[in-house]
């Protein structure tokens, strides 16, 4: 191991990222993905654009139009026009939901008679669909209890406790997901780049005929996007808290350690990447391949990890995401911190997977021609 | 003529010949379109519940627990304690926790209005939301028949308003933007690259028809796959409906993938090697399509992302595709569409043309 020559290949690396411009991307790519995606991946749907019929027209049914009007869900009109005329705009994408009070609906309802109200929801995005459903169920049946003729009926009313996220905010659910992506995605793409471009522009046979060893060539290509990345876990965090205001419950040394462990993880990824590609571009799209499709997938960020059956239960496991962003969520929304066993456990299972991963890239890695 | 269809085919040819490229594109709009439509779900489904039953087994608790079932549901877990409860949802085994109060039937029987505690991990916003929601649902169900409203939901155009029909057509939308502006970009720039760009400008051939013929031939190869891909995955595998007519459909892919190229040609202009391509894809790609509509309702964006929106030229061919499959809207009414998207696209392909013009 001779410091010097490391030293020097890696002034080379970051000189060579510097004139190349790809020190942009560096930074560009993680901040791109939490700003972009942070921003994009709303769930939750505001301004629903709604039309109600009122055929009633009775103080009740006013009220429960009315009902409709003052929430930030929903963008009410009361228009006078036959359901055929509402479902017509709908059908043209200009209306979302339609509300049909029939006839003699308060008079029913005083009664005690049972009435019926026709909701109509454009299913097109099924996944709105189903949230807006949810809204106008909502309303509509806290409004209408308040008018209950004072009768005893037997009602379970639900005491619900949100824990780790009350507010039920989209962002964050999402951000930490997002940056288990970010910090997977980015220096993955840069490490595999950084061996493959030699290879690439033959300049690799430089490495084959010097007198550098494999060790020294790995520490100099690997310390350039681990140390320009592990800047990356900082501004993902000043992203996460300042910008989309997700709370910080737990230890900031546990995010950053975890994070730094996670990076080396990605960077072993790249190591292996590179092995088996030899072109830039192919390179580029293998490893976002690898890491895209899992981070969605495995981050618990779409669709948590105890709803996994079989095959994606196992192969959730497989991949780092999982044990990382167990930590992230833990840290930002839950704060349990080392108390927790698990927390323990994945931790070094990420530090075991990054030297693994390295450990084997190294092993790959040729230094002569093949 | 006969220049543009020589260029024209040459282009095609060349494709053909690069075996990699071609087996890429084809994973990318048939599998990859495949696995996402098939594994991204954010529906509740499987959700783990546990349950500590205070009131000591009685009938009310047990039917309740009875509604939670598959597919939505997976088999409720008993616990002894809330504190075990508690742990089990810090250590995100399980989703929903459900406490009985001691005297939660007896309130029921007595009439009145009985509380069932919710214990729920919301990290998830969408799912704890829609998961709340579906326990409301079964517990109103108990009190409904009693209850004097009924509301009649209808969920229109996609009954059940099943994701599988919507993730495979938002997963291939994003890959004919992906690829159009990659192909359509990257068969000028390897002409750069390899240094064949010099012999193209000396060609006897208007520059016009160079650009018109190399672009048009990407665009065929894209409306191809996207034909493709609509038949196998689509239509084929998850049973996407056909409420419209096709042959718009088949049109207004067509302009749109013009557009794309529009964008296409841009990058072709300021980019020198085909890994500059790909980031300048990638980056433009995202503001493409999360300002499209596809993932945020446009009405639900902050106001000047909403103007912005009106750029995107995906944002008509996402709500287009929709009304043709999904809502079944007439031919007359998708004027509006067509007539975004071949503004849009008319404007980003003199761009794109000008931008790259200068280069010949």
Not at chain 2, 223 to 228: G, I
């Amino acid at each position: 191991m001779r410091l010097g020559a490391i030293r020097a290949y890696m002034l080379k690396e970051f000189i060579d990222l510097k004139r190349s411009k790809m020190i942009y991307l560096v930074y560009l790519l993680p901040i791109m993905i939490l700003i972009l995606f942070g921003y994009g991946i709303r769930l939750e749907v505001t301004h629903a654009r709604t039309i109600v019929i009122d055929q009633d027209n009775s103080k009740l049914s006013i009220d429960l139009a009315h009902a409709f009007m003052h929430s930030k869900y929903f963008d009410t009109k009361i228009l006078p026009i036959t359901p055929d005329e509402a479902l017509a705009s709908m059908k043209r994408a200009k209306t979302d939901i339609i509300i049909i009070i029939p006839p003699s609906f308060e008079k029913n309802l005083l009664k005690g008679l049972k009435s019926e109200i026709g909701v109509f929801i454009d299913a097109s995005f099924p996944l709105r669909g189903r949230v807006m459903q949810g809204y106008v169920q909502g309303v509509l049946l806290n409004k209408a209890s308040e008018y209950l003729p004072p009768q005893k009926i037997p009602l379970i009313l639900i005491n619900q406790r949100l824990l780790f996220n009350q507010a039920m905010r989209d962002e964050n659910a999402i951000v930490p997901g997002l940056i288990a992506l970010a910090l997977l995605v980015a220096p993955a793409i840069l490490a595999a780049l950084l061996i493959v471009k030699e290879k690439e522009y033959g300049t690799i046979f430089n490495f084959y005929a010097s007198p550098l060893s494999k060790a020294e060539f790995l520490i100099a290509k690997l310390t350039p996007p681990f140390v320009l990345h592990s800047v990356n876990i900082f501004i993902a965090f000043f992203i996460a808290t300042y910008i989309f205001d997700v709370p910080f419950r737990g230890s900031f040394a546990l995010f950053w350690v975890a994070s730094e462990l996670y990076v080396a993880v990605a960077v072993g990824i790249g190591l292996l990447v590179s092995i088996i590609t030899r072109t830039q571009i192919a390179a580029t799209v293998l490893a976002m391949l690898i890491t895209i499709i899992p981070s969605f997938l495995y981050s618990g960020m779409l669709m948590p990890i105890s709803a996994m059956e079989g095959g994606s239960y196992i192969e959730a496991h497989l991949f780092p995401v999982m044990y990382y962003s167990y930590i992230l969520y833990d840290t930002f929304l839950i704060g349990q911190g080392l108390q927790s066993s698990t927390i323990i456990l994945y931790l070094s299972i990420l530090a075991l997977y990054g030297t693994g991963l390295i450990l084997i890239g190294s092993k790959l890695l040729k230094k002569e021609l093949s | 003529m006969r220049a543009f269809w020589t260029i024209l085919l040459k282009e095609l040819t060349l494709f053909m010949r690069s075996v990699g490229l071609v087996v890429a594109v084809l994973f990318f709009f048939l599998v990859d379109v495949y696995i996402v439509g098939n594994d991204i779900e954010i529906e509740p489904k499987n959700v783990s519940v546990g349950y500590v039953d205070y009131s000591n087994g009685g009938v009310l608790s047990k039917k309740i627990l009875s509604h939670l079932h598959a597919p939505e549901f997976k088999k409720p877990i008993p616990f002894q304690s809330h504190e075990a409860l508690s742990k089990a949802i810090f250590d995100k085994k399980i989703v929903v926790g459900l406490i009985f109060d001691p005297d939660f039937q007896k309130r029921y029987d007595a009439g009145g209005a009985t509380q069932l505690n919710v214990l729920l991990d919301s990290t998830a916003a969408t799912q704890s939301l829609l998961t709340l929601n579906y326990l409301q649902n079964i517990v109103l169900g108990f009190s409904s028949p009693k209850f004097p409203i009924e509301l009649k939901i209808h969920k229109l155009f996609n009954q059940n308003s099943d994701t599988k029909k919507f993730m495979p057509l938002a997963e291939l939308l994003s890959i004919m933007t992906l690829f159009g502006v990659i192909l359509s970009a990257s068969v000028f720039v390897k002409e750069k690259e390899q240094g064949t760009w010099d012999i193209m400008l000396l060609t006897p051939v208007d520059s016009r028809i160079i650009i018109f013929a190399k672009t048009t031939s990407q665009v065929l190869i894209l409306f191809f796959l996207t034909m493709l891909s609509t038949g196998i995955d689509l239509f084929g595998i998850f049973d996407l409906p056909l409420n419209g007519s096709f042959a718009a459909y088949a049109l207004m892919t067509l302009v749109f993938l013009y557009s794309i190229a529009g964008i296409g040609l841009f990058v072709a202009a300021v980019s020198n090697t085909i890994m500059e391509v790909a980031q300048w894809s990638v980056f433009l790609m995202m503001p493409i399509i999360f300002l499209s509509g596809a993932w945020t309702p446009i009405y639900s964006m902050n106001i000047y992302l909403q103007y912005l929106a009106y750029l995107s030229p995906l944002r008509y061919y996402i709500e287009g595709v929709e009304s043709i499959l999904f809502r079944g809207t007439p031919v007359e009414d998708l004027w509006l569409y067509f007539a975004g998207m071949t503004v849009i696209g008319a404007f980003l392909f003199m761009v794109g043309y000008r931008k790259i013009g200068k280069l010949f």
